[in-house]
Nanobody, 124 residues
């Protein structure tokens, strides 16, 4: 059974940083694209950043480019999202997801499995 467990969320001031982690089990991480999606209250889910299983290619939403960095450590079955220069508009529940194509995941919210999410709140 697939499991994805996010951690690292919390309350941070504007301009601050957080590092989200996604620990996975029940499947071989090497074979799957991984990504981070987010959903703010009253808004549709948004693909934040996704990474290929093949060559490490990445996708970033325009709103987070140059501020967020996605990475994966297949040997540790873990995916990370380093978030810097956080803004109040980054406030949302962040979900880790696994899928077959990193572009479809981030652009079309197409994934196989998603975690329960971790809350990120950016506020002074």
């Amino acid at each position: 059974q697939w499991h994805l467990v996010e951690s690292g969320g919390g309350l941070v001031q504007p301009g601050g940083s957080l590092r989200l982690s996604c620990e996975t089990s029940g499947f071989t991480l090497d074979y799957y694209a991984m990504g981070w999606l987010r959903q703010a209250p009253g808004k549709e889910p948004e693909g934040v950043s996704c990474i290929s299983s093949l060559d490490g290619s990445t996708y970033y939403a325009d709103s987070v480019k140059a501020r967020f960095t996605i990475s994966r450590e297949n040997a540790k079955n873990t995916v990370y999202l380093q978030m810097n220069s956080l803004k109040p508009e980054d406030t949302a529940v962040y979900f880790c997801a696994a899928g077959t194509d990193y572009r479809y995941m981030c652009r079309g919210n197409e994934y196989i499995k998603r975690g329960q999410g971790t809350q990120v709140t950016v506020s002074s």
